[in-house]
């Protein structure tokens, strides 16, 4: 029992917030990309790559160089900008790795701010295209600045033991007989950082920027807490696939992800029309 709610947790803790640096390998986006660095807010320097926009629009695929790479050559399709970013702590960016993304939300905002200053960027025409612990530091991160204007998460989940509480159909003694309690303490003294707040009282604060969160059925177990951010977000709403698994929506069902992602971002982004 011991094994269960402290050793393993406290292991997974471990592991999330010492894990060691995949090399960056160069990828196909369908358009040349430019490399980047830029600065975050608590003083890192992040490195990732940027395909310059045919639209005025910009979307941050996130999180890394790699996960997200079908994503962005979709995006780039279309004509949006693609800006990919190793966050803190992986690849080429500077700063302490956590694998849950507690602080992250920082890299989320520096990138915003970056695309803001770009001459090919119509600064109020920025998205994000997060998947997992990506689509869960966009989520905070548009909680946090009116500046990302859409965001598309796929595949969120719980990141401490307040999300785990936020689960829909928990009963009383699972709620709290769990091991999030030691991971969540054990993720604190490792990486030196607060939990995040849940996302259940993050996601309301988008509003009325749209919200598009996509879940997998058959995907893990945590992520039927998008059910809970949807009923919480007034302009959230939740598209449910019967499979594909984590963050595997666009290899299940390409045309119908296609369709329904760049439709989103055409519809949110939209050139402003002056009155």
């Not at 196909?28 to 926009?53: F, H, I, K, N």
Request: hydrophobic share 45%.
């Amino acid at each position: 029992m011991a094994a269960l709610y402290v050793v393993v947790p406290t292991g997974l803790a471990i592991i999330a917030t010492h894990r060691a640096r995949v090399p960056v390998e160069r990828a196909d986006l369908g358009r040349p990309q430019e490399a980047l660095t830029l600065m975050t807010g608590d003083g890192l320097r992040l490195s990732g790559w940027y395909v310059p926009s045919r639209n005025r629009a910009a979307i941050i695929a996130f999180p890394g160089r790699s996960g997200p790479v079908r994503h962005a050559r979709m995006l780039v399709r279309h004509d949006y900008g693609v800006l990919l970013l190793d966050r803190r702590g992986e690849g080429e960016s500077e700063g302490d790795a956590n694998a849950y993304g507690w602080g992250g939300e920082r890299d989320v905002r520096a990138a915003v701010a970056w695309l803001g200053r770009r001459p090919d960027i119509d600064r109020s025409r920025i998205g994000g295209l997060g998947l997992s612990v990506g689509g869960e530091m966009l989520l905070e991160a548009a909680a946090r600045t009116p500046d990302l204007r859409a965001v598309v998460s796929e595949g969120a989940g719980a990141r401490s033991l307040a999300e785990h509480l936020d689960t829909p159909g928990r009963g009383r003694v699972e709620r709290w007989l769990t091991p999030w309690v030691a991971q969540t303490a054990a993720l604190a003294v490792l990486g030196n950082a607060s939990p995040p707040d849940s996302l259940a009282e993050l996601v309301p604060q988008i509003a009325p920027r749209p919200v598009l969160l996509i879940r997998a059925l058959d995907g893990n177990e945590d992520e039927v807490l998008n059910r809970a951010y949807a009923a919480a977000g007034s302009s959230a709403r939740l598209w449910e696939l019967p499979g594909g698994g984590h963050t595997g929506a666009l290899s299940a069902m390409p045309r119908a992800y296609e369709r329904r992602v760049v439709g989103f971002f055409d519809a949110a982004l939209r050139p402003r029309v002056p009155r």
